[in-house]
C-alpha cells in the first residue's frame, strides 16, 4: 500500500462526517502538499476495489466514503447530510426473503433532515 493509500484510509476511518474525494484531497495536501486530486481518486477507488474502505453514493450528490464498521446512513433528500444509524443487523433476514446467503448491504435510509425541515417552515 502506497503512503498515499495509507493516509487516506486513515483520514476516511478517523473521520465521522463522510468526506467526499475532494474534502479528503485537501486533509491530504496538509501533509503532503504536492499530491493531485488524481492520486486521491485512484487510490481511494482501489481502497474501496479492495474493501478497505467503502463508497456510500446518492444521486446527484457526490460519493462519500466511510469506514467498513457494519452501520447504515440516514441521508436527507434536501441537503444530502449523512448520518450512521445503527440498526440491527438484517443479514438473517434478507437471506431469507432472497432464498440465498447475503455477502452484504449498503442501508440508505432517506428522509428530510431538522435544518432543512426548519428552513421549509421559514419559507
Known amino acids: 500500500m502506497t503512503k498515499y493509500a495509507k493516509k487516506i484510509r ?3 476511518e478517523i473521520s465521522r462526517s463522510h468526506p467526499t474525494a475532494e474534502q479528503i484531497f ?6 503532503y502538499p504536492k499530491v493531485v486530486l488524481a492520486t486521491v481518486y485512484n487510490n481511494l477507488n482501489r481502497l474501496c476495489s479492495d474493501g478497505q474502505i467503502r463508497r456510500i453514493s446518492s444521486e446527484g450528490m ?7 464498521d457494519r452501520h447504515d446512513h440516514l441521508v436527507c433528500i434536501k441537503c444530502g447530510k449523512l448520518c ?8 438473517g433476514m434478507l437471506k431469507d426473503h432472497a432464498g440465498s446467503d447475503i455477502l452484504g448491504y449498503d442501508l440508505k435510509l432517506m428522509y428530510i433532515c431538522d435544518g432543512c425541515k426548519k428552513r421549509s417552515v421559514k419559507d
Open 10 to 12: 486513515e483520514i476516511v
Open 62 to 68: 457526490p460519493d462519500r466514503y466511510d469506514k467498513l
Open 26 to 31: 485537501e486533509e491530504l495536501k496538509k501533509i
Open 84 to 91: 450512521d444509524v445503527c440498526l440491527p443487523d438484517l443479514s
